[in-house]
């Protein structure tokens, strides 16, 4: 039994004395395989990337609307025969506010756009629109 134990230690010797590293060959091939993994992540982070920036100028958009929304909406209470349309008013940073509203005397129309100036001329053109929230508004007096 000592006999089988020691030719099985000496072979595992001898094996770790045969292999101390890896071959350039291996080296190779590991480096060419990380390279060829790291493309579709890093496409993939910058794709999510994109998006998340799309994602927080829409919901930035949507919470700006609804605040101009609702003060037009508070306004109009005692202010109801004003014209409630607005040409790119500047709302927070970098973000721009159209209202149209169809001034009816009984029942009007507002809507309310709200959308990221991507080229920074101080208009908001239609691919900016992000949000379009659109109401109706009755007399109340």
Not at 24 to 50: K, N, S
Request: with cysteine; hydrophobic share 45%.
């Amino acid at each position: 039994m000592s006999i089988a134990r020691t030719h099985i230690a000496a072979r595992s010797q001898r094996s770790t004395r045969m292999r101390k590293g890896l071959s350039i060959m291996e080296i190779a091939m590991a480096c060419v395989l990380l390279v060829v993994a790291m493309v579709p992540i890093l496409r993939a982070l910058t794709r999510a990337h994109m998006f998340s920036a799309t994602i927080e100028r829409k919901t930035q958009s949507l919470a700006l609307a609804q605040g101009k929304l609702d003060e037009i909406r508070a306004r109009s209470i005692y202010h109801y025969s004003d014209s409630f349309i607005v040409d790119d008013l500047p709302l927070g940073s970098s973000y721009l506010c159209d209202v149209s509203d169809d001034e009816d005397a009984s029942l009007r129309t507002v809507a309310v756009s709200v959308g990221y100036d991507l080229d920074g001329d101080n208009a908001l053109a239609l691919d900016e629109v992000e949000v379009t929230l659109t109401t109706y508004i009755a007399r109340r007096w």
